[in-house]
T-cell receptor, first 110, second 115 residues
Framework: SQQGEEDPQALSIQEGENATMNCSYK?????LQWYRQNSGRGLVHLIL?????REKHSGRLRVTLDTSKKSSSLLITASRAADTASYFC??????????FGKGTRLSVIA | DTAVSQTPKYLVTQMGNDKSIKCEQN?????MYWYKQDSKKFLKIMFS???????INETVPNRFSPKSPDKAHLNLHINSLELGDSAVYFC??????????????FGEGSWLTVV
């Protein structure tokens, strides 16, 4: 069954602005990951946050996790046209495999 | 030196045909997967193999049969193709099974169109 749900489904911003994407999930998790998919390509891992972590940074990426609300957010600061892609959250718990959401399509306009 | 490679990248075939998609990973990972991404970008796991052993078999028609000759290869054979099978199929691998928070490495996808 589908676990993660990203919001919004699509987001369009100007270059230099920040982009925030949200992910909500239904059951308890061990970890949550964010992946990026460029058009016509495979998914690429961005960042992993464990259930006992609240925030994590990687370059221009900032991920937060609120297990009480069963939600996570991905913030991309100072966006660039090259950030245009779909972004997926994926959760795992117990012995289940990663379950992906439907993704947020981000368009960064130069 | 692509980490996870799958062939063919594009495949157009007629209904009723049988086709295979091949996948190889050179990362030394123990676990391999097949995911299906539909036209709405929803990515759903189909199968998972750990050291050549099937560990996950989601609700997939039995027309789909994975085969893992060794832990570096996981092929997907599809019998009697139907229009609804049109999708992008992604092969992937990870060191663990995903439960321990391991990163999944994806191939570039195989675009299957059934006409």
């Amino acid at each position: 069954s589908q676990q993660g749900e990203e919001d919004p489904q699509a987001l369009s911003i100007q270059e230099g602005e920040n982009a925030t994407m949200n992910c909500s999930y239904k059951t308890s998790i061990n970890n949550l990951q964010w992946y990026r998919q460029n058009s016509g390509r495979g998914l690429v891992h961005l960042i992993l946050i464990r259930s006992n972590e609240r925030e994590k940074h990687s370059g221009r990426l900032r991920v937060t996790l609120d297990t009480s609300k069963k939600s996570s957010s991905l913030l991309i600061t100072a966006s660039r046209a090259a950030d245009t892609a779909s972004y997926f959250c994926a959760t795992d718990g117990g012995n289940t495999p990663l379950v992906f959401g439907k993704g947020t399509r981000l368009s960064v306009i130069a | 030196d692509t980490a996870v490679s799958q062939t063919p990248k594009y495949l157009v075939t007629q209904m009723g045909n049988d086709k295979s998609i091949k996948c190889e990973q050179n990362l030394g990972h123990d676990t391999m997967y097949w995911y299906k991404q539909d036209s709405k970008k929803f990515l759903k796991i189909m199968f998972s193999y750990n050291n050549k052993e099937l560990i996950i078999n989601e609700t997939v028609p039995n027309r789909f049969s994975p085969k893992s000759p060794d832990k570096a290869h996981l092929n997907l054979h599809i019998n009697s193709l139907e229009l609804g099978d049109s999708a992008v199929y992604f092969c992937a691998s990870s060191q663990g099974t995903g439960a321990s928070g391991n990163t999944i490495y994806f191939g570039e996808g195989s675009w299957l169109t059934v006409v």
